[in-house]
């Protein structure tokens, strides 16, 4: 497999949960992105309130400095929430200084219930120039989460791995 790597964003778990099982079945780091300045988790009101605003808004919020370069990963998986139909702020400003150009990326985005249809449009206008593949979104997504959602995950995952398989040319010796 060529070099495979997960970055994504969470504010509640959800996302976080589906990030970490993807980066279990393809053996490959995980990121998470962190705001610079992340939204109060005292006040659930409030941090739901800015959020949906900032998403609303197309805010790009200063995101924490990570240790990743994306030019060492030829394959990156890319999950979100879904925050007011739309990709999460962070997300948002991730993709807006890193394009991906000439990068094999696969979508994942949560939710509870809503489309994903806007979510996924914007992630690949986001990215005119990667080549994007299969993306999936989940519903609720926990550890106590449906069989079917599991399978679903899991095929994803095949589907990642087997097209980040790198093709061998003829042996010609
Ligand atoms: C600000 C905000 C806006 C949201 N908007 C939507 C929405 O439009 N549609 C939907 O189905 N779920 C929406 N949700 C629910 C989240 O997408 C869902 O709980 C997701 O799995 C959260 O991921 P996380 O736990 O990784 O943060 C929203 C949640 C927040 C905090």
């Known amino acids: 497999m060529?070099?495979?790597v997960v970055v994504y964003y969470s504010l509640d778990g959800h996302?976080?949960?589906v990030?970490?099982?993807i980066g279990?079945?393809?053996e490959c780091p995980v990121i998470r992105l962190r705001q610079h300045n992340e939204f109060s988790a005292t006040n659930t009101f409030?941090?739901?309130f800015w959020a949906g605003k900032?998403?609303?808004f197309r805010d790009k919020p200063p995101l924490e400095d990570t240790d990743l370069d994306p030019d060492a990963y030829d394959t990156l998986v890319i999950a979100t929430p879904v925050w007011a139909g739309n990709l999460s702020s962070p997300v948002r400003s991730f993709l807006s200084s890193h394009p991906?150009?000439?990068k094999r990326v696969f979508l994942v985005a949560t939710n509870s219930g809503g489309s994903f249809v806007k979510c996924f449009a914007t992630m690949r206008k986001l990215m005119p120039k990667a080549s994007v593949g299969e993306e999936i979104g989940l519903v609720n997504i926990t550890e106590a989460s449906s069989p079917a959602q599991q399978q679903s995950l899991d095929a994803?995952?095949?589907t990642v791995i087997g097209r980040s398989q790198v093709v061998e040319g003829p042996n010609l010796s």
């Open 15 to 17: 996302t976080h949960f």
């Open 46 to 48: 409030l941090k739901y």
């Open 2 to 4: 060529d070099k495979t």
């Open 54 to 56: 900032s998403s609303v």
């Open 156 to 158: 994803f995952c095949d």
């Open 100 to 102: 991906l150009d000439g």
């Open 19 to 21: 990030a970490s099982k």
């Open 24 to 26: 279990e079945r393809l």
